[in-house]
């Protein structure tokens, strides 16, 4: 009886820490959303985009002045990075949820905003892959190709159809830029924003023809979308799960798993990178760590300006401007863009920003 009585101390005193754990974290997670950027642009490097001027100006050009001649990969030190990265992640696992990560009818909490829930749908379960589709997959290079405008005019796009794998982000259009950005994704992001921005919120069967058509030409590429991340984006989501069903298309869909976000900030953080929340641009160079031997990174430049002071677009493919955030986020440097620049130097990847030159 009295083991009994102690027994249930014992529980009642874990239930209430683990109750006031919870709160914590919690409170912690409302901090930081303040914090984070306020819609669900992945894909941004909005908030560093305001003090590039400056950095520019304060000779930017000698901090960002990389070579790529003569650059070679050092195999050891990318061997040393993915099992690093390993303690935080496994790539294979955590780049998407599987069918049996839930049913029908769960309700998750977004990863961002652990207040507000979302029921699985059944047409959402039914596009969930049966195991990663990542598993077992090995390439030997692998090309991260981002957004920026800085492709324009490089030429790079035999360059980056060479790779074996090559990862693109947003759904972002290829065919009229093929010279500078090629043409072959085999894993392509799409935020659920996309369908407002790009394809007028599906509002007539036109938008949704163009949608259709642009993820027919994937073929069975994989279409990574993080629908777990903050509320606003369900509807998109349904629309976009909806239409692949219909049109029966062979692309295949991948959902990023809830602790992704979280586990790829802890690796950077661990390294003294204290970035609040990644872009999917260092979403993907920590993710392909897994899989590729060599990662060469293209279209990553967060300023509104090259190296010679001639205007460089947000996107390459559309007329989008920096929308800055609140002032109350404190201004720093392009630190991810400095931590991808570092690892260049270090030959731990590949990093282009001028253009390609034919070999
Ligand atoms: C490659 O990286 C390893 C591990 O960081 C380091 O010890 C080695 O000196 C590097 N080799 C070259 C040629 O830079
Ligand atoms: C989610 O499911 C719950 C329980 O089935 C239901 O009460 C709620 O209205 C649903 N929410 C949405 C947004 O569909
Ligand atoms: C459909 O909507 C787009 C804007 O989202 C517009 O440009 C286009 O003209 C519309 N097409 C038709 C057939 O209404
Ligand atoms: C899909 O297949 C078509 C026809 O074979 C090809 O032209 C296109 O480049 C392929 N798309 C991708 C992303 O590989
Ligand atoms: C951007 O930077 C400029 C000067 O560095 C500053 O005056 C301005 O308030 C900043 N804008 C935002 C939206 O942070």
Known sequence: MRSIRKRWTIC???ILLIVYKTKEIARTEEHQETQLVGDDELCSNRPLVNN????IRKGGSSIFQHSVEGWKINSSLVLEIR???LRFLDAERDISVVKSSFKPGDVLHYVLDRRRTLNVSQELHSLLPEVSPMKN??????AVVGNSGILLDSGCGKEI???DFVIRCN??????FAADVGTKSDFITMNPSVVQRAFGGFRNESDREKFVHRLSMLNDSVLWIPAFMVKGGEKHVEWVNALILKNKLKVRTAYPSLRLIHAVRGYWLTNKVPIKRPSTGLLMYTLATRFCDEIHLYGFWPFPKDLKGKEVKYHYYDNLKYRYFSNTSP???PLEFRTLDGLHNRRALKLTTGKCIKQ
């Open 52 to 55: 590039s001027n400056k950095i």
């Open 137 to 142: 997959r090995r390439f030997k290079t692998c």
């Open 12 to 14: 009642t005193i874990s």
């Open 161 to 163: 159809d060479s790779h």
């Open 171 to 176: 759904l972002a259009p290829v065919v009229e």
């Open 83 to 85: 099992k690093n990265i």
């Open 331 to 333: 201004h720093r440097m």
